[in-house]
């Protein structure tokens, strides 16, 4: 009788979270307000409302707009508002910022719409690698948003992790 090969990750009961998975769908484009300042010093009212109305904003149709200023300015604030309104009909979000910052606060949102109650009691483990760098901020909040309710936290790969934390077992009372 030949013996059976058990996959013993796949009953292991792990739940693998991929944060990878809550990717943007939509591409990035950037518009640095760099490239409208004077002498990359100075923001001039009516030429930055005479660019802003002569660039062509149907190029970032369905992408995420960042927007920034790479150059040690002061940007008055309604520069960012003249880019949102010109943009908004166009872009899927605009975001004031760079696409590291903009990453930062997308997954602080994906992770605090994970229902802690898909986790409760479980052995989670963070997917570490794949194609995309998942900033480190998500990976920190991942743990704190589940750790009170995983049974443990293990990051890396269900065959190869790295335990982060385990819930202390509760003494029985005599």
């Given at each position: 009788?030949?013996?059976?090969?058990?996959n013993r990750?796949?009953?292991?009961?792990?739940?693998?979270?991929k944060l990878?998975e809550?990717w943007?769908?939509?591409a990035?484009?950037t518009f640095?307000?760099?490239?409208?300042l004077?002498?990359?010093?100075i923001?001039?009212?009516?030429?930055?409302?005479?660019?802003?109305?002569?660039?062509?904003?149907?190029?970032?149709e369905?992408?995420?707009l960042?927007?920034?200023?790479?150059?040690d300015?002061?940007?008055?604030?309604?520069?960012?508002?003249?880019?949102?309104?010109?943009?908004?009909?166009y872009a899927?979000d605009?975001y004031q910022?760079?696409?590291?910052e903009?990453?930062?606060q997308?997954y602080?949102?994906?992770i605090?719409?994970?229902d802690?109650?898909?986790?409760v009691?479980?052995?989670v483990?963070?997917?570490g690698?794949?194609?995309?760098?998942?900033?480190a901020?998500?990976?920190?909040?991942?743990?704190?948003?589940?750790?009170?309710?995983?049974?443990?936290?293990m990051?890396?790969e269900?065959?190869?992790?790295v335990p982060?934390?385990?819930?202390?077992?509760?003494?029985?009372?005599?």
């Open positions: 009788m030949a013996d059976l090969l058990t990750v796949a009953v292991s009961g792990i739940v693998t979270l990878e809550h943007p769908r939509q990035f484009a640095d307000l760099k490239d409208y004077f002498m990359e010093l923001l001039k009212e009516k030429d930055f409302r005479a660019a802003v109305k002569d660039h062509d904003f149907s190029q970032y369905d992408k995420i960042l927007v920034f200023c790479s150059a300015a002061i940007i008055p604030n309604w520069a960012y508002m003249l880019v949102a309104a010109a943009a908004t009909p899927a605009i910022g760079t696409e590291a903009f990453l930062r997308h602080r949102k994906v605090q719409n994970l802690p109650e898909n986790f009691d479980k052995r483990v963070i997917k690698c794949g194609e995309r760098t998942i900033p901020s998500a990976y920190l909040d991942v743990t704190t948003h589940l750790q009170p309710h995983v049974k443990s936290l990051f890396g269900p065959c190869s992790t982060v934390y385990k819930k202390p077992r509760v003494a029985a009372s005599k």
